[in-house]
């Protein structure tokens, strides 16, 4: 099976390749337009800025082949909300893959004496509703980083709180994407990842 | 709910684990990568690693650390130690870490925040600070606890926050070593003074100082090292420990 882990000026693109690894899976690290359309599963992962990623993607047209994909492709993170229509983050228009916008999380929406942001730490999924979730239980514990989050809707297939309930994974025809860490979150997330492979 | 965050932390000298008391007295405590693997099955949430030699020849063996940790463990880790520049910090994420920390270059050249939070997001970049309580207040200091500034720890905290980090590390040098707990005053201080979340560090010795420092003390994490190296404190035990506290916690 070949794997492609879609390359582009974010972090922690190793980091997916070193869990596929462990699970296995050789990944090939590529921005080629024809070895990421002809890979068997694609995964677009990455922690960073939004504008400045969607301005390196759209300067190589990588955008352009992230949404004319048709086989499963799974978004990280960062990946998760350049799937979206647009991000607060740089105010920046991204792949319109899920129609739904990113935001900031908010001081005053807070939990009791303020939130922190970024999120950062361990939080749970539930509401899970997706074979990528086959065998996860509800509750589970994954590792968030971020400051911005995608709100509830009509593709979202996991939920979690953080000052409100929001959407930590989305999914919309072939098209996955997880906003915790799956590479960074022990054994649960390798299972999550594993689940991807198998789609 | 996000959880409170049990961290390990590995001081690594020419490759290997390293522990001291009140930062001297050096001693050997194992393989870095044999041990952070099982602080991973142990259910460590998170781990620190702070290089303490952190001179430039040895920066490349850092680097080969970094990554052969990256491969074998699958829970995020730090690395901190030394590090000076945003081409330090590019080589070290390259490598497989999730953050870098930095402590007495970020105090010389503040702007080396900016510069990390801009290029590689607020997100990986914690901002460690060792105090100390002195003349009737909380002062920081710099390398490695050698070197006081007259500058206050809590202005220091928010104008790094300010700057962009995007996490506080606090290591209480007054505490640390002595197993005698948490330095509760300053982290409450710190943790309400800014808006992102503050790891402390510096005298853990019993599992109801760990209680203490996330109730009484305010802190997101927990950092320690030779309660855990030494085994005096298993990390499943004290998870179950503070569940029974009422402490979100992940188990």
Redesign the interface.
Known sequence: MKIAIIKYNAGNIRSVAFALERIGITPIITDDADEIRSADKVIFPGVGEASSAMKYLSERKLDEVIISLTQPVLGICLGVQLMCNFSEEGNIKCLGIFNQDVKKFSQTEGVKGGLKIPQIGWNTISDLKSPLFKNIKENSYMYFVHSYFVELGENTIATTNYGINYSSALNKDNFYAVQFHTEKSSDVGQNILENFIKL | ?????IIPCLDIKDGRTVKGVNFENIRDAGDPVELAINY?KQGA??LVFLDITATNEKRKTLSELVTRI??HI???FTVGGGISSVEDVSVL????A?KISVNTSAFKNPQLINDLANQ?????VVLAIDTKFEGGDWFVYLNGGRVKTETKTIDWAKQGVALGA??ILLTSMNNDGTKDGFAIDITKAVSEAV???VIASGGAGTMEHFSDIFTSG?A??ALAASVFHYKEIGIPELKKFLKTKNIEI?I
């Open positions: 709910m996000l959880t409170k965050r991973a949430d998170e990256a491969k699958n829970i995020p994420l390259n490598a497989g999730d590689f997001g607020s997100q990986c995007g996490e808006n992102v979340p305010k997101d994490a992940r």
